[in-house]
């Protein structure tokens, strides 16, 4: 439930304007963790993924979401996955299908190219 409370700065956004479809892309296979810093590997394309999981773990203020950014803001394409377990209540579905396209929102508003895995 703390996540619900602490994620208010999150969904202040127009995330209800993005028309997701454009922003599902396959992800590769081989694409690493966030984490993982840039190498030989990442040529020519910098990829990276994030757990929306991690997110919603992390992320309970602006500067806890400018602290991801500051981690990924070199890479070419961030792809975001869904990892979350699945929930019969429809306040905790539309909860995760808003914070997944509030965080879609914020990346690409901190210029970041992001997509929703399939």
């Known amino acids: 439930m703390k996540q619900y409370?602490?994620?208010?700065?999150?969904?202040q956004c127009d995330y209800a304007k993005l028309?997701?479809?454009?922003?599902?892309?396959?992800?590769?296979?081989?694409?690493?963790?966030?984490?993982?810093?840039?190498?030989?590997f990442d040529y020519p394309i910098y990829r990276r993924?994030?757990?929306l999981s991690v997110l919603d773990g992390k992320v309970?203020?602006?500067?806890?979401f400018?602290?991801?950014?500051?981690?990924?803001?070199?890479?070419?394409?961030l792809y975001l996955v869904d990892d979350r377990r699945k929930s019969e209540?429809?306040?905790?579905?539309?909860?995760?299908?808003a914070t997944k396209?509030?965080?879609l929102w914020h990346f690409l508003n901190a210029g970041i190219r992001c997509f929703i895995a399939k």
């Open 5 to 11: 409370q602490h994620q208010k700065f999150l969904l």
């Open 89 to 97: 209540s429809i306040f905790v579905q539309n909860h995760a299908s």
């Open 19 to 40: 028309d997701m479809k454009n922003f599902f892309q396959s992800m590769p296979a081989d694409t690493p963790l966030y984490l993982r810093e840039y190498n030989l």
């Open 66 to 77: 400018d602290a991801v950014v500051k981690k990924v803001k070199y890479v070419d394409e």
């Open 49 to 51: 993924n994030i757990p």
């Open 101 to 103: 396209r509030a965080f």
């Open 60 to 64: 309970d203020s602006q500067q806890d």
